[in-house]
């Protein structure tokens, strides 16, 4: 499974932003996705996920009522809208996929995008 994930950038604080993550090859072993994000000096953590087939979601308590997660099936591609953004939401965000259902522990995914940095600025 290939992921490749577009958006992000830079935006002032309160901002929005949106990501997309798009898979290719063996999407049919993939049960669910996430987001995942970095920050400089910090392990890797879990944002937000998705079941793949019944779009049923999961978020950190640090992202919810914030961020939504969501997946067009057809095109296989999930996306997270970040609103209302935070300065300690920088980080660099990956797109992950697992063939079991949503994870929140970070190596139980199997296959990752490539990772775009988001920056909020104050």
């Known amino acids: 499974v290939q992921l490749v994930e577009s958006g992000g950038g830079l935006v002032e604080a309160g901002g929005s932003l949106r990501r997309s993550c798009s898979a290719a090859?063996?999407?049919?072993?993939?049960?669910?996705m996430g987001w995942l994000r970095q920050a400089p000096g910090k392990e890797r953590e879990f944002v937000a996920g998705?079941?793949?087939?019944?779009?049923?979601?999961y978020y950190a308590d640090s992202v919810k009522g914030r961020f939504t997660i969501s997946r067009d099936y057809a095109k296989n591609t999930v996306y997270l809208q970040m609103n209302s953004l935070k300065p300690e939401d920088t980080a660099v965000y990956y797109c992950?996929?697992?063939?079991?259902?949503?994870?929140?522990?970070?190596?139980?995914?199997?296959?990752w995008g490539q990772g775009t940095q988001v920056t909020v600025s104050a």
């Open positions: 992950a996929s697992t063939a079991r259902t949503i994870r929140v522990v970070t190596d139980d995914y199997d296959y």
């Open positions: 090859g063996r999407t049919f072993s993939t049960s669910a």
């Open positions: 998705i079941a793949w087939r019944t779009s049923v979601t």
